[in-house]
């Protein structure tokens, strides 16, 4: 779920929501703290509204909180700016665990997480008891790192993925310039359709013996002719040939 749900739903309305998501059968597994703004540079009091976030998703009986650094990939931050973001996110990933949830980091394009190196200096100064990983495999792509390698040497942190694909000609855009990269409307596609190495993540989860949730989301992308269900049928086949079993059809 996105931010602005906790706005919409906030009070006694997230009762109102729960209700929709059992009619639906649906369980509300992560919500995104966009609200939360975690700049290295720019320290500022964040707990207040986290816990917002918090007691709103904890009542919908959610599990994660999604984090994402709020920093910047064309600036260079010190290590002690490094090191006062990280203190920030450990007590706000102990806050969520008082209340029964889990705390995830989001490497994201366009934030210090955008590459590899990036993401690295945000989990190796984090407490692995209190701030977790989502790993975004197409996130991951455009910036530049193997998704693979990132969710072996993060195994126990992981704690669910997105799923999506990177498009060709961004990805072949981002190799020469990442910055040339932002100002695209459409990044991302269907799984299978973009660049993505889905065989080697799949056997990455094979071989840590992952046993997290996989959310297949598209944003910033294209609709084909036939709308979001032709986009969803591509994803679900491309899933299926990947080797994930499906238990209810479309």
């Known amino acids: 779920m996105l931010g602005w749900v906790e706005r919409k739903y906030a009070g006694p309305k997230s ?10 059968k649906l369980q ?8 939360v703004k975690l700049d290295p540079a720019q320290p500022s009091e964040v707990t ?12 919908l009986g959610g599990r994660y909180l999604q984090v994402t650094d709020g920093g910047s990939p064309q600036k260079n931050y010190s290590s002690a700016q490094i090191a006062s973001l990280a203190r920030r996110m450990n007590e706000l990933g102990k ?5 029964g949830l889990e705390l995830g980091y989001h490497p994201h394009f366009g934030t210090l997480g955008e590459t590899r190196e990036g993401a690295a200096r945000v989990l190796d100064s984090t407490d692995p008891r209190y701030v977790k990983l989502i790993a975004d495999v197409a996130h991951l792509t455009l910036g530049g790192a193997d998704p693979a ?14 799923f999506k694909d990177l498009r060709k000609d961004i990805a072949v ?3 020469r310039d990442r910055d040339a990269a932002r100002d695209r409307k459409y990044r991302f596609c269907e799984i299978g359709t973009g660049v993505v190495n889905f065989p080697s993540i799949v056997k990455a989860f094979r071989d840590t013996n992952f046993r997290g949730w996989v959310i297949v989301e598209l944003d910033a992308y294209k609709p084909p002719a036939g709308g979001p269900s032709d986009s969803a049928k591509t994803n679900k ?14």
């Open 95 to 99: 806050l969520a665990q008082d209340l």
């Open 173 to 175: 855009i981002a190799g």
């Open 149 to 162: 390698g990132v969710i072996r040497t993060y195994r126990e942190r992981l704690i669910f993925t997105h």
């Open 237 to 250: 086949d491309a899933l299926e040939k990947l080797g994930f079993r499906f238990y209810n059809d479309f």
């Open 48 to 59: 207040a509204r986290f816990r917002e976030y918090a007691e709103f998703f904890k009542r």
């Open 15 to 24: 009762a109102e929501l729960r209700r929709h998501l059992d009619e639906l």
């Open 28 to 35: 509300p597994v992560a919500l995104s703290c966009s609200g």
